[in-house]
């Protein structure tokens, strides 16, 4: 069973597979229409057992070019801009792949000539391959296949992965609702500190926060809506939200992850942020709008009931609170002892809700 934390690299490393196939059969599919039955000066013959192969092939390189910007790439050009992202990763990818090719070209010359790939027979016909125009064909479309998955990479990470598959499975074309769990999460004492270090070790600090931040709120299938400021806003469908009581332990690994790293924000920053989180649930209605930026958007009574719960824990000098119906949908265990703080008013709501903190 994969967690929480694995699905989510899954899904972002297999798109990479998947457009690099897609672009892979497009190619072939152009090249057979345009000269059928001929085969280019230098190309290999494709029989069941090539295009078993390559397709293999192409699908693994995918998602091994995936794995390497999720984890490597990404971090390494953080801090640059999209053009220059871009290039630098053009630059190294188009290195490691023409390692590729001198791999695995005369691997498939010797399944086409049916003879060992230290054949000379094969060696020859890498380098009839390497200079003819097939080579640069191909080469070209393994870059269009790069850039392909570059862009949509950085369209991901900008948009939010789940946005945009909602966005291109047509998931919220139609409005619908749905019941969702919401934490809203702020930085304490946000406004002394922002004027302390100013605007751009600020937003140094901020990034740094988010950053650590992201990490728990992916191993418990949490969702984030919106950055507003130095606060967050995470969701959870109902019941993901409610297994293992996702979203109260999500809360608890942020802590943790702060926690973890307080001795860095120290020595940088000269202090470590905290935050407080208000947590209610209810149904909402989710789905597409705009007409020059799209967006998938939340809307219900939910989230300014959420908003009002969180301004509260000034009030009571408490890090969280939670609505009493979410805490009755939770399963929480002897690791939690819930205080009641009563029925309490919310500002600019008529009804009253019971409210919980932990002790």
């Known amino acids: 069973m994969l967690t929480p934390k694995a699905k989510h690299h899954l899904s972002k490393i297999l798109p990479f597979g998947i457009i690099w196939l897609v672009f892979a059969f497009v190619f072939l599919f152009i090249e057979h229409a345009a000269a059928p039955n001929q085969v280019a000066t230098g190309a290999i013959k494709v029989d069941y057992r090539v295009l078993l192969f390559a397709s293999s092939l192409i699908f693994v390189l995918g998602l091994v070019v995936g794995t390497i910007e999720r984890f490597y790439l990404n971090a390494l050009f953080a801090k640059r801009s999209f053009l220059e992202k871009i290039l630098g990763k053009a630059l190294i990818y188009a290195l490691f792949l023409g390692l590729i090719v001198f791999i695995t070209f005369p691997i498939a010359a010797s399944l086409e000539l049916k003879t060992s790939v230290w054949d000379e027979a094969v060696w020859h016909k890498f380098f009839t391959f390497l200079k003819s125009l097939t080579f640069w064909s191909t080469a070209l479309q393994l870059a269009i296949s790069m850039l392909a998955s570059l862009f949509y990479a950085e369209i991901s990470d900008n948009m939010g992965h789940d946005v945009l598959l909602n966005f291109l499975t047509g998931k919220y074309h139609k409005p619908k609702e749905e019941t969702r769990i919401f934490m809203f999460l702020d930085m304490k004492a946000s406004t002394s500190m922002a004027e302390r270090l100013g605007h751009i070790k600020y937003f140094e600090l901020l990034n740094a926060y988010y950053r650590d931040l992201s990490e728990p709120i992916i191993e418990h299938s949490g969702e984030i809506y919106q950055y507003v400021g130095d606060e967050i806003v995470v969701s959870w469908p109902y019941k993901k939200g409610i297994k293992n009581n996702n979203c109260i332990t999500c809360f608890e690994g942020m802590k943790a992850s702060l926690k973890k790293r307080e001795a860095w924000y120290q020595n940088k920053f000269g202090e470590v942020p905290t935050f407080k989180a208000g947590f209610h649930m209810g149904k909402v209605t989710t789905g597409e709008i705009g007409s020059i930026k799209k967006d998938i958007i939340f809307t219900g009574d939910v989230l300014n009931t959420t908003a009002r719960i969180q301004a509260l824990c000034n009030s009571y000098g408490v890090d969280v609170l939670i609505s009493e119906p979410l805490v009755n949908a939770l399963n929480l265990n002897a ?19 019971v409210l919980y903190t932990f002790e």
């Open 335 to 353: 690791n939690y002892i819930l205080k009641s703080l009563g029925q309490q008013e919310l500002r600019g709501k008529t009804n009253t809700l």
